[in-house]
């Protein structure tokens, strides 16, 4: 089984990328985890992509598809989930010559249906602990005291990055680079639609259900 995930950000990707990879033994392949690697270890790419990883920006299209590259021919996987890649045509396209050189074939593309207001609702409830890191949602785990973390008593606060403005932003990003992907993959007869709202096990089971 050869798998990619799409979806916006906040749709549960990485999630259900993890349940897949551990159920159905597939490598989970997260390019935010190679990035971080690379830059760890300190690669010739990891020290291209290190300004933009901390900078919190997008890595150049060429970059992450050499990461991927480098990936696929150090360690090629037999069976795998992609987890945010690819994130527009010209990585599909890059992904796809990967895929022929290492003579692999991709079963579906399964693309996480999330309206964009419950994006919205999911990020920018989130609030996070500056001390231990601990997150909250002030619908789904609210802490005990309003504004107060359950594990340290530290005052909670909003990453800039779940902002609702930011995340109304990230979503525009989002539909401007993937618009063409799933026309694309439609073509292919590739593509499962599946709802991504609803409980992570209930999402997991219209995944598998897409699948079979």
Same mark, same amino acid.
């Given at each position: ?14 999630? /259900? %990328? ?5 159920? =159905? #033994?597939? &490598? ?10 690379? *830059? ?50 010209? /990585? %599909? ?5 990967? =895929? #022929?050189? &290492? ?10 249906? *999330? ?98």
């Amino acid at each position: 089984m050869r798998l990619i995930l799409l979806g916006p950000p906040g749709s549960g990707k990485g999630t /259900q %990328a993890k349940l897949l990879g551990e159920r =159905l #033994r597939l &490598e989970h392949i997260s390019t935010g985890d190679i990035l971080r690697e690379a *830059v760890r270890k300190g690669t010739p790419l990891g020290r291209q992509a290190e300004p933009y990883v901390k900078g919190g920006l997008l890595v150049p299209d060429t970059l992450v598809n050499d990461l991927i590259h480098e990936r696929f021919r150090d360690d090629r996987p037999e069976r795998f989930v992609m987890d945010g890649y690819p994130r527009t045509l010209a /990585q %599909a396209h890059a992904f796809d010559q990967v =895929l #022929r050189q &290492e003579f692999l074939d991709l079963n579906a593309v399964i693309f996480l249906v *999330v309206a964009d207001d419950e994006i919205v609702r999911r990020l920018s409830g989130r609030w996070t602990c500056p001390n231990c890191k601990a997150t909250f949602h002030i619908t789904s785990k609210p802490p005990r005291t309003p504004g107060v973390c359950d594990e340290c008593g530290t005052s909670l606060v909003q990453r800039e990055d779940d902002r609702e403005e930011t995340v109304r932003k990230r979503l525009s990003v989002y539909h401007q680079n993937t618009a063409e992907l799933i026309p694309y993959y439609r073509g292919r007869g590739l593509l499962r639609e599946v709802a991504g709202e609803g409980d992570i096990e209930q999402v997991y089971v219209n995944v598998i259900r897409a699948l079979s």
